[in-house]
Each structure stands twice: as C-alpha cells, then as structure tokens.
C-alpha cells in the first residue's frame, strides 16, 4: 500500500499528470451528458462515426505537415457532424447508414495517407496511437486543459438552460416540433458539440474508444434508474468516477489510458446490470 502511494505521489508531483486527470475527467463529463441523448435517440454511433472522420483530418494534417492540426481537424470533424445529421433524415440513407458510409470512408482514407506519405519511420505506432489512444499521459498540454474547461462550461450551461427542451426533443422529436420546439436546431447544437468534444478526446482515449464514453455511461445508467433526469445524473457521475479510476491504474500499471478509463467503464457496467436485475427481480416478486 506504502508503495502504490509513493507511486502515486511521485507521478501527482508533475503538472502534466495533472493535465491528463482534468481533460479526463471534463471529457467523461461532458461526453456522459451527451450520451444520454444520443443513446436513446438510437444515435450512439455517431460517437464512433465522428472519431474516424477525426481520425482521418488528422491523417491529411499530418501529411500536408501543418503543426496546428485543430485548424483542419475541428472543422472538418464539425462538417461531418452536419451532413450525418442531415443524411439520415433522407428517406435513402438512414441515420446508421450514413454513419457507416462516412467513418469508414474516413477512416480508409486516412490509413491510406498515412502509408502512401508516412509522417515517421514507424507507421504502426502512430496509427495505433491515434486510434487506440496514447500509451503515455504526459501529451497533454496546458492549452488543452483550459480548453476542456470551457468547453465544459458550455455544455453544462447548455444543458442547464435548455434541459426541458433536449428532454422533448430526445423522447419525441414530432410532438415537440408541434409545441414550436425548433428540434433540428437542437439536434445540429447535440451534434456539433459532440464533434468538439471527439476532437479533444483524441489525445487521451484514441479514435476507436470514445465512443465508449459516450454509450456506457448512459446504458449502466438505464440498468438501475428510469427518469431521464435520474439518469443524466448517474451517467455523468460514473462516467468521472471511471474515468478517474481509469487514469489513475493506468498510472500505476502503465497501461494506455484510454483502453484502462474503457475497461472501467465495462466493469461498471457489468455492475450496474447486475445490480439493475436484482431490483427488478425484487420489485416482480
């Protein structure tokens, strides 16, 4: 026990381990939130889509050479988010199919760029390190801490100020346009939101996980609670409490932080359903 602490203090001595711990922790929360809309709107994957088209904007920075990568990555990402949202409501590509089209165009183009015009020696690793996320923690910079925290405030804000409409516009899209609810401008904000927050994960969980954080929070959530609220709140605190653990045993067994933070949330979940078919078994007898 002695020794996991000075472990655990010498790493906590250093400011970027720091870093990692906030963006996990702001990530989780904010991807939590989101979740639970997306997830009973039948739209989880659009966590997944995105991340490869991030995956891919990435790929094309890295081989045009621009240091700044967010100028080509956030945007593009941002698009895409759009035109998902706008697909699937066409009658000849639904919402999952035009999911599919687009992460996997996105993602064949960017491992084709990055092997016809490779940025380093050593391919394999910086496509795994993009996908599946960084074995080191210490990547992160002060930067993008305040700018986790920003985007967190805006989530937050947002969540708080047009909590009853997301609800109307989550459990039935057609009754709220009939209140005057404007439901396609808040399904372009989820999206859109979304698409930033896919670009910030990228440097702690990798492309291919973040999805994770966005689905399981919210269905450990569903095995135990039912009100909408009670969820949200449960999906959001799970959600920091595993990615908190998450970093911290990655820390201590140097694993990759973003595989750790997921396997939390599976152990979590697995948890949550247990516990979720206990009650109700109670509650049927």
Known sequence: ??????????????????????????????????????????????????????????????VTGITDRMIIILPLTVLSAVLILRTGKNAKIRGD?????????????????MNIFPVSTNISADVCGSLFGSTSILTLKAEDVWLCLGLSLVVLI??????????????DESFSKATGVNSDCYNLIIAI???IIIVIAMNLVGSLLISALIIFPALSAMRVFKSFKSVTICSAILSVICA??????????????????????????????????????????
């Open 244 to 285: 908190g653990i998450g970093i911290v045993l990655s820390v201590l067994c140097s694993t990759p932080v973003g595989a750790t933070i997921v396997t939390a949330d599976l152990c979590a979940f697995l948890i949550f359903s247990l516990v979720g078919a206990v009650t109700s078994r109670k509650i049927k007898k």
């Open 97 to 113: 199919a035009s999911i599919a089209m687009i992460s996997a165009g996105a993602l064949a183009i960017g491992y084709m760029l």
């Open 158 to 171: 947002f969540f708080v100020l047009f909590y009853n409409k997301i609800f109307s516009v989550t459990f």
């Open 1 to 62: 026990m002695n020794e996991i602490l000075t472990t655990l203090q010498y790493y906590f001595s250093h400011s970027l381990v720091w870093y990692a711990l906030i963006v996990g922790l702001l990530i989780a929360l904010c991807s939590s939130l989101l979740g639970v809309s997306l997830v009973l709107k039948r739209f989880s994957f659009i966590g997944d889509g995105l991340s490869h088209v991030a995956f891919g904007a990435m790929a094309v920075a890295a």
């Open 193 to 195: 939101i979304t698409a």
